[in-house]
């Protein structure tokens, strides 16, 4: 963790905010607040995970001869799951 005073931070904001590291920020030599960054998701896990879910939803179609809005209905917290068996 990288400690920064608050003038630093202020002149420098644009760098570290945008960076990976986290920062101990600090005002007359005491820290007054922490700063982590958020994980931003490598372009290829994202596309990768979009592939393996779309596979997944082809596959189900197929197996259940259902269509893309029958299965969405599924997850529709609104409405009433169909297969509920305490109707």
């Known amino acids: ?10 002149e420098r904001s644009l760098d ?7 920062l ?8 007054v607040g922490f700063y982590y960054p958020k994980k931003r998701p490598n372009q ?6 979009v592939k393996q879910l779309s ?3 082809q596959r189900v179609l197929a197996e259940t001869g259902m269509t893309e809005d029958e299965l969405a209905d ?5 409405k009433p799951f169909p297969y509920d068996t305490n109707s």
């Open 24 to 31: 101990a920020i600090e005002h007359n030599g005491e820290v």
């Open 44 to 49: 290829e896990e994202v596309e990768c995970a």
């Open 1 to 10: 963790m990288k400690q920064v005073g608050v003038e630093e931070l202020k």
């Open 55 to 57: 596979e997944t939803v």
């Open 16 to 22: 570290y905010l945008t960076g990976n590291e986290a």
């Open 74 to 78: 599924l997850f529709d917290t609104s």
